[in-house]
């Protein structure tokens, strides 16, 4: 049983609710956000489990799971909780915490998403917005398979989903200076 007192020395529930702006307290097992994740199935930990887990304090299992690195913040499970809590958020601050203290679930899965995740925000940082072509091109390099989707490329071009150049961004130095905040902040 959780006795108030334990939740009161808990900060890792603290800390998550604090950066996540969620009340993860709020969540009462209910389930309906697990059944509406597509990905779910594919969790160590399907959100209603990380809340939970949460809740009893348990960091490192929390940070270890694959769970927020699969979480595709749709937001389909923060429309349905019956108790309006922002689980992509708090899926974020949890991944973001495990970058923080460089824990890494293994998996070659894991180590994908973690690639496209950098190499996404390179890009935004770079060029204020998304270069399909390089980023195809940069993860197949990083994760050495070079041709995977190559062939779906000439078709996307004919069709103009993907450009060959990157769009210009209207206040490049906005995107800057917010990501000189960010560093400065992580600082």
């Known amino acids: 049983m959780i006795q108030l007192t334990d939740l009161q020395d808990n900060k890792f529930l603290a800390e998550v609710n604090k950066i996540s702006g969620s009340n993860v307290l709020e969540c009462y097992q209910c389930g309906k956000c697990v059944s509406t994740c597509p990905v779910s199935s594919y969790m160590e930990l399907p959100p209603r489990k990380i809340m ?15 769970s927020s690195w699969f979480c595709l913040t749709c937001s ?4 349905r909780c019956p108790r309006q809590i922002d689980i992509p958020k708090v899926m974020e601050t949890v991944r973001h915490m495990a970058i923080d203290e460089k824990i890494y679930p293994e998996s070659r899965k894991i180590n994908e998403i973690r690639k496209f995740h950098d190499i996404f925000l390179n890009m935004v940082k770079h060029y204020g917005r998304m270069y ?56």
């Open 52 to 66: 939970q887990a949460i809740k009893l304090g348990l960091k490192d299992k929390v940070l270890s799971a694959n």
């Open 76 to 79: 389909s499970c923060a429309a």
């Open 132 to 187: 399909e072509i390089r980023l195809m091109a940069e993860f197949n390099i990083r994760t050495g398979r070079l041709f995977k989707d190559m062939a779906l490329a000439p078709l996307a071009l004919g069709k103009g989903k993907l450009g060959l150049l990157p769009e210009k961004t209207r206040n490049k130095a906005a995107i800057k200076k917010m990501f000189k905040l960010l560093d400065k902040k992580e600082k």
